[in-house]
C-alpha cells in the first residue's frame, strides 16, 4: 500500500467521522441523560435530587450521605479518610492505606483507644466497621453490632435507660434489602435525629419481640463452609441472573450486527440509515482490514479531541453550576486518552474537577464510543472466522452505530432502575445542609455545614458499567452512596458489567453457526474466574491479623459483616465487595465498590493477576473476547505442533503468519506493563508517586500499568497519579494498550478472512469438547504466570509473606 493510498483512504473516513462523532454525541451526550432526567424527575423525585431528609421541617443532609459525629452523646459513624475534614461530601475517598502499613495500626489504635476513652467500663470487643474507614468517606451506616456497642456510652450521656436506647437502634435496624441483598445496618444521622428526638420527649420507643424475617435473616447468617447463607445465596443468584441473559442477549446481538429483524429493528434502521446518509457512507459498502483500522484512528481524533478541549475551556460552557476551572493540560490529556480508550483511569476527583457538561458530552460520550468501537472490532473478527473467503471484514461504521444501539436501550433501562434506587439525576447544583455535630478541619476552623454533589449521575453510571469503562462520576466510584445507594443497586452494577461480555460469547458461536463453541470461550472463563473470586473472598473475610491483638471483633455474624473492613462499605459487607474487585478487574471496567489498596495481599494479587491475563477472562466489551481468540489461536497451534500437523481453529488453518500477529498481540502488554512499572521505579518521579512504604508501594506502581496497559482503569488510588510524569507515561500506555492491538487485530482478521474454511478431519481438536477448553485455560494461565511471576514476588506475594511472619512494613 503507497503513501498516497493511505492517504486517500484517510480523507474518505474525515468526513463520517466527524459527522458520525457528532450525530453519535448529540444521542448519547445530549438527548439520551435528557430522556433519562425528564423520567425520572415525574416518578422518582425525591431520589433524582438526593434523597435529601427534612427534620422539623427543615432539610438536615441526605439520606445516603453520611455526616461526622464525634460528641459522646451521639452515635458515632465509620471514620472518614476525606479531607480537609472528615465527611467531605465534596471530595470522597478512602485511605488506601495498606494492611501492613503502621499508619493503619497507627489509626486503628487511635481509634480504639477513642471509644475506650469515652466509655471506659465498656469490656465488649470492638466491632470492626467502628474502627475502620469507608471506601468513600462517607459511609451513612454502621453495623449492627457497632450501634449495640455505643448503646452504654450514649445511654449514660443522654440520661437515658439502656433498654429505650437498644430498643430505638432495633427500630432503627434496615434489614437486608428484599431479605437477600447486601448487609443489616443502621443509617447514623437517622439513628442520631431519632435519639435527639427520644431525648426531647417528641417520640417514645419499646421493645418488640423479633419478626419472623428478622428470625430468618439471622439463621441467613449462619456459616456454611466459610461464608453465610446469606453470602451463598447472593453469589448463587448472581450467577442464575448471569446464565439465563446469556443466550437470549447474545441471540439478539447477533440479530443486531447481521442485520436480521429484531424488536429494535424499526428505531435502529432509521437512525442508521440517517446517520450513514448524512456522513456519506454506503453502508453495503464493506472494509479490508486495513480500511477498517484506518476507519477506527481517524474516529478517535474527534473522541480524544473534544473531551481534551472540553476540560481546558468548561470554565465558558453552561452546565457548571460549581463554576469549575479549566484542567491542567497534561491532566486533560490523560483523562481524554483514557475515556477514548475504555480506560477510565482517573487521576481527578470529579465532583472538584469537570463540570456537568464535560461529564455528560464529554466522557459519558465516550463511554458508549469507546465501548461501541471495541465491539466493532470484534465483529470484524467474527466476520473472518464466518466467512469462507474473502478480503472484507465489515464496514466499521455501520457496525459502530449498530453497537451503540445495542447499548442504549439497556443503558436507559439500567439507569432508571439506578435512579429508583437513590442515584441522582438532575441538572441542579449542589445541596448545602446543615451538620448536626459540627466539627473542626484539619486546621481547626469550624465546619457546620456539608456540601452534597448531585448532577447527571444515574445516566452516566449505567453506560459506565454496561460498557465495561468504570470512570465514576464522584471519586469514589462505584463505593460512593450515591453512585451506589442500596445493596441492590451493586448487585445491578456487578451484574451490568458482565451482561455484554458473556452474552458475546454466544454471539459470537451463533455468527459463526455453532452456538456451543462460543459456549465453550466462557466456560474456559468462568474456570479461571470462579477460583479467583474464591481467593479474593476468602483473604478479605480473613481479616487483618494485625487487629487481634487490640481487642477488635473481626468474625462475620448477624450482626456485623466482619473481615476486613478497611476501604469498604457496610452496606456491602465483604463478600459482595470481594465479588465486585473481581468482576471489575477481570473484565476491562474498572469501577470499584471498594478500595482495592486496602486489600489483604492476596486479594490485591488476585485483582493484578486478573488484568495481567490479558483481560479476557470475560473483560472488555469486545476487546475481551477477541484477546480470548487470540489465546485460541495460540493454544491450538501449540496443540497442532504437538500432534505434528497445521493446526486449524474454527475452520481456519493457523499458520505462521495468523501466529506472528497473535504472538505480538499477547507481547504488546505484557512488555508495556514490565517496562514502565521498570521505568517508574528507577525514578524519583515514579517512586515519588507510592502513598505505601515496601512492597505494597511496588504493588501502586505495578498495578497502575497494569490497569492502564490492559484498558481497566481501576487502581491502588494511593498512587499519586496526577502528576506530569503518570500523566504522559499512563497516557501513553493506555493508547498504545488499545488501538496497537486493536490494528493488530483487525490485521489478523484481515489474514483469517481470505482463508477458506476447512472440513472436520479424525485429527482436529475439536473447539468445543472439554480437553479445548482445559488445553485453553491452561495457556492462557501460564503465559500469565510466566509473565508476572517475578513482579508479583517483589509486590503482593512479598506482603503477604511478610504479613504471615507477623511483620509490619515500615518507611
Not at 23 to 29: K, N, S
Not at 136 to 146: E, M
Not at 609 to 614: A, I, K, R, T, V
Request: aromatic letters at 10%; one cysteine or more; proline letters at 7%.
Amino acid at each position: 500500500m503507497t503513501t498516497g493510498t493511505i492517504q486517500s483512504m484517510i480523507r474518505k473516513q474525515i468526513k463520517p467521522a466527524i459527522v458520525i462523532f457528532l450525530l453519535l454525541t448529540l444521542v448519547t451526550g445530549i438527548v439520551y441523560p435528557l430522556f433519562v432526567t425528564g423520567i425520572a424527575q415525574m416518578i422518582f423525585p425525591v431520589q433524582a435530587n438526593g434523597n435529601l431528609i427534612e427534620h422539623n421541617g427543615k432539610v438536615v443532609g441526605s439520606a445516603l450521605v453520611g455526616q461526622p459525629f464525634d460528641s459522646p452523646e451521639y452515635f458515632w459513624g465509620r471514620p472518614s479518610a476525606t479531607s480537609p475534614f472528615p465527611y467531605n461530601a465534596g471530595a470522597s475517598s478512602g485511605s488506601n492505606l495498606g494492611p501492613n502499613n503502621p499508619a493503619l495500626i497507627d489509626a486503628v489504635k487511635a481509634r480504639v483507644d477513642a471509644l475506650h476513652a469515652a466509655d471506659p467500663g465498656n469490656v465488649q470487643a470492638i466491632p470492626v466497621d467502628l474502627v475502620t474507614a469507608s471506601a468513600s468517606g462517607l459511609d451513612p451506616d454502621i453495623s449492627i453490632a457497632a450501634a449495640e456497642y455505643q448503646v452504654p456510652r450514649i445511654a449514660r450521656d443522654r440520661n437515658l435507660s439502656e433498654q429505650d436506647v437498644h430498643a430505638l437502634v432495633a427500630q432503627q435496624i434496615e434489614p437486608r434489602q428484599f431479605g437477600i441483598f447486601g448487609e443489616p445496618r443502621v443509617n447514623v444521622l437517622s439513628l442520631n435525629l431519632a435519639l435527639d428526638d427520644l431525648s426531647a420527649g417528641r417520640i417514645t420507643v419499646s421493645s418488640q419481640p423479633l419478626s419472623w424475617s428478622t428470625q430468618l435473616q439471622i439463621y441467613f447468617q449462619t456459616p456454611m463452609f466459610g461464608m453465610r447463607m446469606s453470602d451463598w445465596l447472593q453469589l448463587i443468584l448472581f450467577i442464575i441472573v448471569i446464565a439465563f441473559c446469556v443466550v437470549p442477549l447474545g441471540a439478539w446481538m447477533a440479530k443486531v450486527y447481521t442485520g436480521k429483524p429484531n424488536f429494535l429493528t424499526p428505531l435502529s434502521d432509521f437512525v442508521e440509515q440517517k446517520f450513514l446518509a448524512l456522513g456519506g457512507v454506503d453502508g453495503t459498502e464493506e472494509m479490508d482490514w486495513k480500511e477498517f483500522a484506518i476507519a477506527l484512528m481517524v474516529f478517535t481524533v474527534p473522541c480524544i479531541l473534544v473531551v481534551f478541549l472540553l476540560q481546558l475551556v468548561q470554565q465558558y460552557l453552561p452546565l457548571n453550576p460549581a463554576g469549575l476551572g479549566p484542567v491542567p493540560w497534561d491532566l486533560s490529556l490523560n483523562t481524554a486518552v483514557s475515556f477514548a480508550t475504555n480506560t477510565n483511569w482517573q487521576a481527578y476527583v470529579p465532583e472538584v474537577t469537570v463540570s456537568y457538561l464535560t461529564q455528560m458530552a464529554g466522557l459519558a460520550v465516550q463511554n458508549f464510543l469507546s465501548a461501541a468501537k471495541g465491539m466493532a472490532v470484534l465483529i470484524a473478527l467474527i466476520f473472518a472466522f464466518s466467512r469462507r473467503s474473502g478480503t472484507t471484514i465489515g464496514n466499521f461504521w455501520v457496525l459502530l452505530i449498530r453497537s451503540v444501539m445495542i447499548l442504549l436501550p439497556i443503558c436507559l433501562a439500567i439507569a432508571l432502575v439506578l435512579v429508583w434506587q437513590g442515584v441522582p439525576q438532575t441538572f441542579s447544583g449542589p445541596v448545602t445542609v446543615p451538620l448536626l455535630d459540627p466539627v473542626n478541619d484539619s486546621n481547626g476552623n469550624p465546619v457546620t455545614t456539608q456540601t452534597i454533589p448531585l448532577g447527571p449521575a444515574a445516566s452516566q453510571i449505567a453506560i459506565k458499567q454496561l460498557g465495561t469503562n468504570g470512570g465514576g462520576f464522584y471519586n469514589a466510584n462505584s463505593a460512593h452512596p450515591l453512585e451506589n445507594p442500596t445493596p441492590f443497586s451493586n448487585f445491578l452494577e456487578t451484574l451490568a458489567i458482565l451482561f455484554i461480555p458473556t452474552a458475546l460469547c454466544y454471539t459470537f458461536g451463533k455468527m459463526i453457526g455453532s452456538g456451543r463453541k462460543g459456549i465453550a470461550l466462557l466456560m474456559a472463563m468462568t474456570i479461571i474466574f470462579l477460583p479467583l473470586a474464591g481467593i479474593a473472598i476468602y483473604s478479605e473475610l480473613g481479616g487483618n491479623p494485625a487487629f487481634t491483638p487490640l481487642g477488635i471483633d473481626q468474625d462475620p455474624g448477624h450482626a456485623q459483616p466482619g473481615g476486613n473492613m478497611e476501604g469498604k462499605e457496610v452496606r456491602f459487607g465483604i463478600v459482595p465487595s470481594a465479588f465486585f474487585s473481581v468482576v471489575t478487574t477481570v473484565t476491562s471496567c474498572g469501577a470499584v465498590d471498594s478500595m482495592h489498596d486496602s486489600f489483604m495481599p492476596l486479594g490485591g494479587l488476585v485483582q493484578m493477576f486478573d488484568m495481567q491475563l490479558g483481560e479476557v477472562v470475560y473483560g472488555g466489551v469486545g476487546s475481551g473476547l477477541y484477546g480470548m481468540l487470540v489465546f485460541a489461536i495460540i493454544a491450538m497451534f501449540i496443540a497442532g505442533l504437538m500432534v505434528g500437523r497445521t493446526p486449524e481453529l474454527y475452520g481456519k488453518k493457523i499458520e505462521q503468519h495468523e501466529m506472528k500477529l497473535s504472538t505480538i498481540i499477547i507481547l504488546v502488554p505484557i512488555f508495556l506493563i514490565l517496562i514502565l512499572t521498570s521505568l517508574a521505579v528507577l525514578t524519583d518521579p515514579g517512586k515519588a508517586g507510592a502513598f505505601n512504604p515496601g512492597p505494597h508501594g511496588f504493588s501502586e506502581i505495578l498495578y497502575a500499568f497494569s490497569s492502564t496497559s490492559q484498558n481497566n482503569g481501576s487502581a491502588f488510588a494511593g498512587l499519586n497519579a496526577n502528576s506530569l510524569f503518570y500523566n504522559l507515561t499512563t497516557a501513553f500506555t493506555m493508547f498504545v494498550g488499545r488501538y496497537l492491538v486493536a490494528i493488530l487485530t483487525l490485521a489478523l482478521a484481515g489474514a483469517l478472512v481470505t482463508k477458506k474454511i476447512v472440513p472436520v478431519s479424525g485429527g482436529t481438536l475439536r473447539d468445543h469438547r472439554p480437553l479445548f477448553i482445559i488445553w485453553l485455560v491452561f495457556v492462557i494461565l501460564i503465559i500469565g504466570g510466566l509473565s508476572f511471576l517475578p513482579a508479583l514476588s517483589l509486590g503482593p506475594v512479598a506482603e503477604f509473606l511478610n504479613m504471615a511472619a507477623g511483620g509490619i512494613i515500615h518507611v
